[in-house]
Structures are given as C-alpha cells and as structure tokens.
C-alpha cells in the first residue's frame, strides 16, 4: 500500500521533532564559554579559506583579529600545488585575502613566509623565516586585546621541524581564557591534535589543478 501525503508529511514531522529535541538536549548541556583552538588541516582545498571565513565572521562581531602567514609569501602569490608564471609587482599584495583584510583596522596581518620550500631551495632561510614568523605569533598569543589569531599554514612549519613544537604547543595553552586560534595547513602534528577542541580534515576529491587550469584569482589566490 502506498503512503499518502499526509503520512509521509507526518512521518517528516515526527521525526524532526525527536530530532530537534535531541539537538536542543545538547544546546542546553554546551554552557560553557572559552577561547578555542581549531585546526584545519588535510591535503584538500579550503583550509587557509575557512580560517579566512572566520575571521570575517569575527570581524562582524567587531573583534580584534591577528594574522600571521607561515609559508605564504609577500613577493609571490600562494600557489595552491599550481605554479604562476605572471610576477606580482613591487609593493602588491600576494593575495586577495590581505589585500581585503589589510583594509580592516581592526586587523594585524603579516606576511611572513617567503613561498613554498620547492620555491626558495634554502633551508636556513626557510628556518630563519619561520622563526621570524613564531615571534611574531608568539607575541599575538599573549595579548588578550585579540580575540581570534589565525596561525596560517603553521602545521607545515611544525612538520618540516623549523620550529619547535613543545613552544607552540606552550605558548597555546597559554593563551587568554577567550582568543581563539586558528591553525592551517596540512601534516599537523599529533601533539597539536591533542590539545585542540575541533579539527577538520579536508579531503580531496577532485581539483581543477589535476585537469590543467591554474590558480584563479577568487579562487586561490
């Protein structure tokens, strides 16, 4: 026998308000408030993106943000695994996201990688950059004026061992009760796993890069 519309429907019904009190069970049960540590890592598309996301999402509350870009450089555009042939010129922005956040006072953004290691073949200077950039997120770390800090393409910093890890994993810990930290990148060390309270994995299923196109501005860069 089949079903009639309205016992379809009202099968719908009943199951969206058993599930909807479960959700509201949980909703009730999260009272507490505190800075949290997310990590976006996985060797698909979108984690220096949805970090992005968020700190426009902050924005719009009207917090105070930070960013610090580990390996992405300030001379060369982010290549998202898609070499650019085309220069940036002097005193551009390599991105679209800093050419748009630099706009916002409110932000405290640095460039501060020098490219992809395949780009710079220099290891020390590669070290050396990275360093520079932990002393910058460091000091980012210990204000309580930001509330959202963004730790760009940091795993693969920690991944390579230009830093070491036991100081990040302490100066995140302790960090002010209510800034939340974002940290990218793929190859995120277990440790950092650990202590974060969400971590996304992105994964790829298909990307225009395998079919020739190169990175797009809006896109990846």
């Not at 969206?16 to 976006?40: F, N, P, S, Y």
């Not at 105070?64 to 898609?82: E, L, N, Y």
């Not at 551009?92 to 630099?102: D, P």
Request: hydrophobic fraction near 45%; charged fraction near 25%; proline fraction near 4%.
């Amino acid at each position: 026998m089949i079903d009639s519309e309205a016992q379809r429907n009202a099968r719908h019904q009943a199951r969206m308000e058993r599930k909807k009190a479960v959700v509201d069970t949980k909703i009730a049960e999260a009272t507490h408030d505190q800075g949290v540590l997310l990590v976006h890592t996985g060797n698909g598309k979108g984690k220096s993106s949805a970090g992005f996301g968020m700190l426009a999402r902050a924005l719009g509350h009207g917090m105070r943000v930070g960013v610090v870009q580990f390996i992405k450089g300030a001379t060369r555009p982010s290549m998202a695994c898609a070499p650019r042939l085309d220069p940036i010129g002097e005193g551009a922005f390599s991105t679209g996201e800093e050419a748009f956040f630099r706009r916002f006072p409110e932000v405290d953004y640095h460039v501060m990688g020098e490219g992809f290691t395949w780009e710079t073949q220099d290891r020390e200077r590669d070290i050396a950059a990275a360093q520079a950039a932990w002393r910058k997120a460091a000091g980012m770390l210990a204000d309580p004026a930001l509330q959202l800090v963004l730790l760009d393409e940091l795993n693969i910093a920690l991944k390579l061992h230009y830093l070491a890890l036991d100081d990040v994993i302490a100066a995140l810990q302790a960090r002010p009760p209510m800034q939340h930290v974002i940290v990218t990148g793929r190859g995120v060390p277990p440790a950092l796993i650990e202590i974060a309270d969400t971590v996304t994995e992105m994964v790829v299923v298909k990307h225009a890069f395998a079919a020739g196109i190169r990175a797009q501005k809006g896109i990846e860069l």
